[in-house]
């Protein structure tokens, strides 16, 4: 098929966020059957730049907005543009922010010129372009927002500026979600809990809606020489909310857990961009490390990893990422979430509280048998149920819907 791919950032197999590694693992078990094009945005940061050049060398058509470090008056320019588009609009701040006005003269150019038999847009992000083409079109949704009530703790603390604006924006998303996703014949999502929050939001499209797992590409096994011993290791983006509640869950009251049942334990929270509260959890036995160049020689120190996630919708690539690897993994049921498949467990350690998550890391670090065994386990488990050309397979599944459902209409 000759598909047109449209991204938000550029597919990497290596980056500080979960999404450009999941396309990354989306393109490579696509294009081995199937005719992509490209479409995305990149940059300001160059290793973004250097994906396009890598892609475009690998004979995959790219055409990117190049976005470059501005300063000085073009960088206030980009800023009010940014901030007038949130303030007379609809849409919320991380839509906005991917919101290039390039991309649409893109899009209209590709569908005047080419014939696409399907169009994949990838983030809800990407729902904000108009689609002009009668070539079905899939929505990927990595994370479904479900509308809440107002946090009015939040009015008693420092910053009520920052409160107010995340209040006003996450007050946009149900609006801007229900007027993407009827835009799109298909709807997949990575778990079923996203699934039954969409039903919930807009019942009308509940037709449409597939969970499929994500895929990642298997890296590297963690070379068992370089674990070091009570060592502990959380990854997150901390500019995703759910990463920072959960280093802080760690650092309040599963590590003080922790310390009791096994002395001498050591913490490494890894990610970018952590909040002044996520650092000043630093101390002697808690490392907070800002951002690396690579998360893999993290993960290979951990004895264990941990993925404490309370809150957030979407499919974690700390998790499968770590299981791949064959880490031995500890997490919650939300953190969890779209690993079990064809009837099978995930095998990770699963627990609901503070007090679980510290029983089943001081057994883990108990036993090198059982610790090593897991981490077998977990990454033969990634390598059959979640590698790339499984994924591509799910997806082709949706595909060969559309299909149908398209020859059906042609013939009425």
């Known amino acids: 098929m000759k598909i047109l791919l449209v991204t938000p950032m550029p597919p990497r197999p290596q980056a500080p966020g979960a999404i450009p590694m999941i396309l990354h693992a989306l393109l490579a078990g696509l294009s081995v059957r199937h005719d992509l094009t490209l479409v995305t945005v990149a940059g300001p940061d160059p290793q973004e730049w250097e994906a396009i050049e890598r892609l475009r060398t690998s004979g995959i058509e790219v055409h990117a907005i190049k976005r470059s470090q501005l300063h000085a008056l073009p960088r206030w320019q980009r800023r009010w543009r940014l901030a007038s588009a949130w303030l007379r609009g609809q849409w919320p701040w991380r839509t906005v922010w991917f919101w290039e006005p390039e991309m649409q003269q893109i ?32 929505l990927t949704e990595y994370e479904v927002r479900r509308p809440r009530p107002i946090n009015w703790h939040g009015w008693s603390q420092p910053g009520r500026m920052a409160w107010a604006f995340i209040e006003a924006d996450w007050r946009r998303w149900p609006l801007y979600q229900r007027a993407v996703w009827r ?38 096994a963690a070379d068992p020489s370089r674990e070091e011993d009570k060592t502990l290791v959380f990854v997150g983006n901390f500019t995703h909310p759910p990463n920072v509640d959960a280093a802080l869950w760690l650092g309040h009251e599963i590590m003080p857990s922790l310390r009791e049942h096994c002395p001498g334990v050591q913490l490494l929270l890894v990610g970018i961009h952590p909040p002044e509260p996520v650092r000043a959890l630093a101390c002697a036995d808690i490392v907070v490390t800002g951002a690396v160049p690579k998360i893999e020689p993290y993960l290979e120190r951990a004895a264990v990893v941990l993925a404490p996630i309370r809150t957030g919708g979407g499919q ?3 998790v ?34 503070a007090q679980g998550i510290a029983a089943g890391v001081a057994a883990l670090l108990d036993s090198d048998a059982t610790r090593c065994e897991l981490g077998h386990s977990a990454r033969v488990f990634a390598a059959e149920h979640y590698n790339p050309n499984a994924y591509a397979r799910r997806l082709e599944a949706i595909y060969a819907e559309l299909q149908i459902e398209q020859t059906a209409e042609l013939r009425q």
């Open 107 to 138: 899009l209209d150019r590709l569908h005047a010129e080419k014939h696409f038999d399907l169009v994949q847009v990838e983030d809800n992000a990407m729902g904000i372009y108009r689609y002009r083409t009668r070539a079905p079109k899939i």
């Open 183 to 220: 835009r799109f014949e298909r709807i997949q999502v990575f778990t079923a809990r996203d699934a039954e929050t969409m039903r919930a939001i807009m019942p009308e499209v509940a037709s449409r809606i597939r969970v499929n797992p994500f895929g990642v590409e298997l890296p590297e």
């Open 316 to 318: 974690r690539m700390k």
């Open 320 to 353: 499968l990422h770590s299981m791949a690897m064959g880490k031995a993994v500890v997490t919650t049921p939300r953190g969890a979430e779209g690993l079990a498949i064809g009837g099978c467990t995930p095998p990770v350690v699963v627990a609901e509280d």
